[in-house]
């Protein structure tokens, strides 16, 4: 399979946890999108790569959050002393290269803190 | 206002239906629109992009009415299949970023 994967797929953790969530895009796509989606709820921008560079965070994604895509191939989302308002679908996202490239999603991350 | 607005539904149509989901979205300046198809608990696919007046693929139609700012989206046939939810998207206008902006959501269920 050549698509969008995620891992882990289910994370469980208690309030005020750390979690890492990672995410490899389809090869040699240069973005690379990262939103988060609520029960009801349409996905939300958080952030966007381009190769290694982190170009746009939404105000959605406060200082506990971090993410980063070291070699412009994988990246990782970390949410720093998880609050029980995260638990959310982490999706990730990559396209070509350009804005008006097709964004293709992975299965996503589904979080619940306790 | 939302950047973009769906009616969530509900929808419960039966086979064989038709059936049409209205999106509006607030930025004029807005040029390029999608329909993505989200499974239950599964990531959201692209069903259609419309860059201009319309589009159609088989079963479904994509209209664009740009002076009232709304998107439709006109299933006809419907199957059980399509049971799912409909996401409107239009991709943001203020950075080349190509960060989309969800509605959110309208769902569909189609009865035997």
């Known amino acids: 399979d050549t698509g969008v994967s995620q891992d882990p797929r289910h994370k469980i953790t208690k309030r005020g946890q750390n979690v890492t969530f990672r995410c490899d895009p389809i090869?040699?796509?240069?973005?690379l999108y990262w939103y988060r989606q609520t029960l009801g709820q349409g996905p939300e921008f958080l952030t966007y790569f381009q190769n290694e560079a982190q170009l746009e965070k939404s105000r959605l994604l406060s200082d506990r959050f971090s993410a980063e895509r070291p070699k412009g191939s994988f990246s990782t989302l970390e949410i720093q002393r998880t609050e029980q308002g995260d638990s959310a679908m982490y999706l990730c996202?990559?396209?070509?290269?350009?804005?008006?490239?097709?964004?293709?999603f992975g299965p996503g991350t589904r979080l619940t803190v306790l | 206002r939302k950047e973009v607005e769906q009616d969530p539904g509900p929808f419960n149509v039966p086979e064989g239906a038709t059936v049409a989901f209205n999106c509006t979205y607030s930025n004029s300046a807005s040029q390029s629109f999608f329909w993505y198809r989200q499974d239950c608990r599964k990531e959201p696919k692209l069903l259609m992009s419309?860059?201009?007046s319309g589009n159609e693929d088989g079963r479904f139609t994509a209209q664009l009415n740009r002076a009232s700012q709304y998107i439709s989206l006109l299933i006809r046939d419907s199957k059980l299949s399509d049971s799912a939810t409909y996401l409107c998207?239009?991709?943001?206008?203020?950075?080349?970023?190509?960060?989309?902006?969800f509605g959110q959501g309208t769902e569909l269920s189609v009865k035997p």
């Open positions: 996202a990559s396209s070509l290269g350009s804005a008006t490239d097709t964004q293709y």
């Open positions: 419309v860059y201009s």
């Open positions: 090869s040699e796509h240069n973005r």
């Open positions: 998207v239009v991709p943001s206008i203020y950075n080349q970023g190509g960060k989309l902006i």
